[in-house]
């Protein structure tokens, strides 16, 4: 089984090196890594360039594509049966590789491999585990219905954990680009109805949890726009009754907040709710308070 490291990569001067230095210390030393700078106008560049191994390849955007047009590219230009895309600010364990090439041999059905994590400061020093799994957690295998489903109740899913099977993603770009934040939350729930998600829960991932992020650039009214535009559009399409009750909860909720800043967006996502799950209107609380602002 061929596998596929890549690095999109964006003012990542800082980090970058340990990043890649985390991939050459795989136990596996069977992978290409590929990093590709969105135009970086640091020494991104550079700092990737000095690495001499014949596995890395690394490739500059002429102009700056964004998040997730430079993830698409970081795909694309990959050539393994299995890919990571790692962020280039995080680091995987030694034995991230094997782990799940293991995982994904067991269950010929899955499409995503991902794992549990570690978030690191900017001094690498351990501040947290997953947002979801603890560190107790055990391995979990979810089904196509099943790990939508858990979609729909929450992103569970850290992105640079993830592995995918070739074979199984869609044509076209995986990510889309009108999503400043919310990118891999939307590739999830496309994934999701073409396999089954696996979770290995050793912490194969340590993830920098700092305000430098890409994402933490967006502002939350944003952020939960594209979270209830997911959900609605994806509720929209399998239609069955648990998704539209998450998407019309969340669709209803979010109408409320919108209401709340004065947004005249706040009717459109109130019909949603509606239309998809009219038992949200038991809610009162949230009813009341739309119809009691000015």
């Known amino acids: 089984m061929s596998v596929s490291v890549s690095i999109p990569a964006f003012a990542a001067e800082r980090s970058i ?4 230095t985390s991939v050459l210390r795989q136990t596996t030393a069977e992978f290409e890594l590929i990093i590709v700078d969105d135009a970086s106008e640091d020494a991104t560049l550079d700092v990737a360039r000095r690495f001499s191994d014949s596995r890395i390849k690394v490739y500059r955007n002429e102009t700056r594509l ?20 790692l962020h280039s ?20 059905s899955a499409v995503v491999v991902h794992t549990n994590m570690l978030r690191i400061d900017s001094d ?15 391995d979990e295998r979810l089904p196509p219905a099943a790990a939508l489903e858990k979609l729909f109740a929450g992103n569970f899913i850290c992105c640079p954990s993830v592995m995918f099977r070739r074979s ?39 993830y920098r949890d700092h305000d430098q992020r890409q994402t933490r650039q967006v502002p939350l009214m944003r952020k939960e726009k594209e979270q209830t535009d997911i959900m ?32 005249p967006s706040w009717k ?27």
């Open 168 to 206: 199984l993603l869609p044509a076209g770009d995986l990510f889309d680009p009108r999503y400043q934040y919310a990118a891999d939350y939307d590739a999830w729930c496309r994934l999701a109805p073409r396999g089954d998600f696996l979770f290995v829960a050793a912490p194969l991932l340590r």
């Open 232 to 263: 609605l559009h994806h509720a929209r399409i399998h239609r069955r009754p648990a998704l539209k009750r998450h998407a019309g909860a969340r669709s209803l909720h979010f109408a409320w907040k919108c209401r709340r800043h004065r947004l």
């Open 66 to 85: 964004g998040m997730a047009a430079n993830w698409n590219r970081a795909l694309e230009l990959a050539e393994g049966d299995f890919i990571t895309l």
């Open 89 to 108: 600010d995080d680091e995987l364990a030694p034995e991230y590789l094997t782990r799940c090439l293991k995982a994904f041999s067991s269950v010929p």
């Open 124 to 138: 690498n020093n351990v501040i947290g585990g997953h947002w979801v799994y603890p560190a107790d957690a055990v």
């Open 17 to 20: 090196a340990r990043t890649t």
């Open 268 to 294: 459109d996502y109130f019909r949603s709710a509606l239309t998809l799950y009219p038992p949200c209107l038991l809610d009162k609380r949230i009813i009341k308070t739309l119809l009691s602002l000015p």
